[in-house]
């Protein structure tokens, strides 16, 4: 996935439309008693620490590309994976004490929304 950096409003139009619909397999937990069900995504052992309460179990799941989807991610360029995914964009901004946009302007990443499908 290469040669999506760039400077040009035009151009980072078109690395969505790149990155529209691509497909992130991450495990996560889904909690039982929560309003976002879906939580701590990631490998298998950081999604066993959102564990925290009886009921709670691991899952995995497809996360997509979507700019109608409701969660918020960073896409980092230089390791092609999602970072940061969160079910509310304020959850996701505070993760960023520059905000996330710095990642964008530094060509190192897009501000991307998502949706999450559940592994049956």
Not at 22 to 37: A, G, I, V
Request: hydrophobic share 30%.
């Amino acid at each position: 996935m290469g040669g999506l950096i760039s400077d040009s409003p035009n151009e980072a139009r078109s690395d969505m439309n790149e990155l529209e619909g691509r497909r992130f397999r991450y495990w996560c937990s889904k909690r039982k008693d929560r309003l976002h069900t879906l939580w701590g995504f990631g490998h298998k052992k950081t999604a066993e620490m959102y564990c925290t309460q009886e009921g709670d179990i691991v899952i995995e799941v497809d996360i997509i590309i979507d700019k109608e989807g409701a969660y918020w991610a960073l896409y980092k360029h230089a390791d092609d994976k999602l970072h940061m995914i969160y079910p509310h964009e304020s959850l996701f901004r505070v993760c960023f004490p520059y905000g996330p946009e710095v990642y964008e302007e530094k060509g190192e990443g897009k501000i991307v929304r998502c949706r999450v499908e559940e592994i049956e």
